[in-house]
């Protein structure tokens, strides 16, 4: 069992906009670690979309963002392209000095 | 451009050990503020951090690998290692290694190799 929780799967039709849930606790979103999301295609390593929380890196669309608050954080993707269908992974750290990942979430593009 | 690549046996047996190197190319693994890690994923399932490595040699375990695993590096070769003891069936996964800088945030990683444990 992940110790970041997220929901299995969303879906939303072309040009739609979808949010992922991370929710954490105390001991890591909570206590003021940065979050970090990852897209991963089938087949393919991880690749990083936001970090710190909510900055995109350079060649990553302005469709992807990132929030944070509390002990919970959230990606949203607008105007959702065939492209973006992948599994999505939100990461943080804990007071345990552990890295620490949500189990993923499958986004179907309809 | 850093690039990472992971190379090792493809399958091991029950009770025997996970030995995996990553070599990196394009920067040095003693350089700058990085750590260098090792991850997992079971097939349909997702990641799991297993340890890092940093520039001065320092690592730091998941506590759920500890008693089995060590991340060691080779500087003359620019590569880090893993080898996790005491291998079952569960520990069968596709094995990435990745740079870490910051937050913290792998921002670069190997392509993932699949290991298999099994007799």
């Known amino acids: 069992q992940s110790v970041l929780t997220q929901p299995p799967s969303v879906s939303g039709a072309p040009g739609q906009r979808v949010t992922i849930s991370c929710t954490g606790s105390?001991?890591?979103?909570?206590?003021?670690?940065?979050v970090q999301w990852y897209q991963q295609l089938p087949g393919t390593a991880p690749k990083f979309v936001i970090y710190?929380?909510?900055y995109r890196p350079s060649g990553v669309p302005d469709r992807f963002s990132g929030s944070k608050s509390g002990t919970s954080a959230s990606l949203a993707i607008t105007g959702l392209q065939a492209e973006d269908e992948a599994n999505y992974y939100c990461?943080?750290?804990?007071?345990?000095?552990?890295?620490?990942f949500g189990g993923g979430t499958k986004l179907t593009v309809l | 451009q850093v690039q990472l690549q992971e190379s090792g046996p493809g399958l091991v047996k029950p009770s025997q050990t996970l030995s995996l190197t990553c070599t990196v190319s394009?920067?040095?693994?003693?350089?700058?503020?990085?750590?260098w890690s090792w991850l997992r994923q079971p097939a349909g399932k997702g990641l799991e951090w297993i340890g890092r490595?940093?520039?001065?040699?320092?690592?730091n375990y998941n506590p759920f690998f500890k008693s089995r695993v060590t991340i060691s590096k080779d500087t003359a070769d620019n590569e880090f290692s893993l080898k996790l003891s005491s291998v079952t069936a569960a520990d069968t996964a596709v094995y990435y290694c990745?740079?870490?800088?910051?937050?913290?945030?792998?921002?670069?990683w190997g392509q993932g190799t699949l290991v298999t444990v099994s007799s």
């Open positions: 990745a740079r870490v800088i910051g937050g913290p945030l792998f921002d670069y």
């Open positions: 105390s001991s890591n979103i909570g206590a003021g670690y940065d």
């Open positions: 394009g920067g040095s693994i003693t350089s700058g503020s990085y750590y």
């Open positions: 490595i940093d520039t001065s040699g320092s690592t």
């Open positions: 990461q943080s750290y804990d007071s345990n000095l552990t890295v620490v």
């Open positions: 710190g929380n909510n």
